[in-house]
């Protein structure tokens, strides 16, 4: 690797960061939205932290070589973050109000992702660039993007109780993708066994589906909630 900084390389560094951020960002607002509203900050201080040393490890890892050890311990951290964030999913769905379960798992969620998603993404960053800057930059890039995006998801959420689940609802289906992309490589990597993933552009364009489809089934679901407690309410008042 080198120094030189081509600013075109950095450029498509960004702009594939940027890509890579917005799949991951489902999964991990809903592991924050599983968590009672009052601990929402306590996921999103595992997020950031779980980043920082992600992206730590993952800056010493590119002055020596991506170990293959540190890339199997990553990779096995973010399947079960992955998982995790299924769980997380449902959980949102299934108990809005949160509970110390919920936030239990939102908040590993959060650090076992943003702990092993950094060294996934230097490989796709090598694949750009050998410059050693432009690696590192496309690195921050989308770890910065990430917890720009989940702060904005989270906080939209916060008003509208259908978004939380189209969000969730996302973000499983995000879940399901991005492990199985993170199981691909791993069988490549270390079985040279080739499995089939989903392409990024396909990613974004069946999360953003699976956002619309489970916002307006929300929506539908919370006025159907509303009439039916208005009649329980009449009956009362009769």
Not at 103 to 110: D, L, R, T
Request: aromatic share 2%; with cysteine; proline share 4%.
């Amino acid at each position: 690797m080198s120094f030189d900084l081509d600013p075109l390389e950095l450029l498509a560094a960004a702009l594939t960061a940027v890509m890579l951020a917005l799949p991951i960002a489902f999964p991990l607002t809903a592991g924050v939205l599983a968590a009672p509203r009052r601990v929402w900050n306590s996921a999103g201080l595992g997020l950031g932290l779980g980043l920082l040393l992600g992206v730590m490890i993952t800056v010493a890892a590119s002055f020596v070589g991506l170990d293959r050890s540190v890339l199997l311990v990553s990779s096995i951290g973010l399947l079960l973050g992955l998982l995790g964030a299924i769980v997380a999913a449902v959980f949102v769905v299934v108990r809005p109000e949160g509970s110390a379960l919920t936030a239990a798992v939102g908040i590993v969620v959060c650090g076992l992702i943003g702990l092993g998603e950094p060294s996934q993404t230097l490989p796709a960053m090598l694949g750009i660039s050998q410059a050693v800057l432009v690696v590192l930059a496309g690195v921050v890039i989308q770890a910065v993007v990430v917890v720009v995006v989940v702060g904005a998801l989270v906080a939209a959420c916060g008003r509208v109780r259908a978004l939380q689940i189209g969000v969730a609802a996302a973000g499983a289906v995000a879940a399901v993708m991005l492990a199985g992309g993170v199981l691909a490589h791993l069988m490549h990597e270390f079985a040279h066994i080739r499995l089939p993933s989903v392409p990024l552009g396909t990613q974004l364009i069946v999360v953003v589906v699976s956002l619309v489809i489970g916002t307006v089934l929300g929506g539908a679901l919370g006025h159907i909630s509303a009439q039916r407690r208005d009649r329980e309410s009449r009956r009362s008042e009769a």
